[in-house]
């Protein structure tokens, strides 16, 4: 019996939320969906939030994801940017934590090496290399946050089985003991 392993990728943002999801059996990539949550409509950084949490949620309820893998909040020199980002990054882990689904998450320098060898890539490459790993005429979005999303998931699968990836987490008890500062 073939064992499938699905991976739920996402590229949070308090702007666009890109994700995707790839199944993986025998070794083998396949891309299941790909999309993006539009959050620059809803009035306040808690309604995004509130959105994010009830987005991922349905993501993991429809797709069933044996692991969740997140883009890590990068530093940039905006402190309320960095704290937007690390709201919305903390509720998706949240709720994949809540559904019991082990997350991981990676750097962007890591997701853009492990896709296409340059840690400096633009999003464009990584969207071009992705289309070619995963044997795409063409990606069903415009937006690059959502092809993002994808190269966490690749990169997620790339990483699997070894101890590469920045952080993992296999539940709250897991997270809490990694990070016992965020615990108060």
Not at 21 to 31: A, D, N
Not at 112 to 123: D, E, V
Request: net charge neutral.
């Amino acid at each position: 019996m073939e064992t499938e392993k699905i991976i739920l990728g996402i590229d949070p943002g308090t702007t666009i939320m890109g994700f995707g999801i790839i199944s993986v059996t025998r070794g083998k990539m396949e891309m299941i969906s790909i999309h993006e949550l539009i959050l620059k409509k809803y009035p306040n950084h808690e309604t995004k939030l509130k959105y994010i949490f009830e987005r991922t949620l349905s993501l993991i309820d429809e797709f069933h994801p044996d692991e969740v893998a997140l883009e890590a909040p990068f530093f940039g020199k905006n402190v309320q940017s960095m704290l937007k980002l690390g709201r919305a990054q903390g509720v998706a882990m949240a709720a994949s934590l809540y559904r019991d689904v082990p997350i991981t998450e990676y750097s962007p320098k890591k997701i853009k090496m492990a896709i296409t060898g340059n840690g400096n890539a633009s999003k464009e490459q990584v969207a071009a290399m992705l289309q070619n790993l995963l044997n795409l005429k063409e990606f069903p979005t415009k937006y690059l946050d959502a092809t993002d999303g994808l190269a966490v998931a690749v990169c997620h699968h790339f990483n699997s089985g070894n101890a590469v990836s920045d952080k993992s987490y296999s539940g709250w008890e897991s997270f809490l003991r990694q990070n016992p500062d965020r615990a108060r």
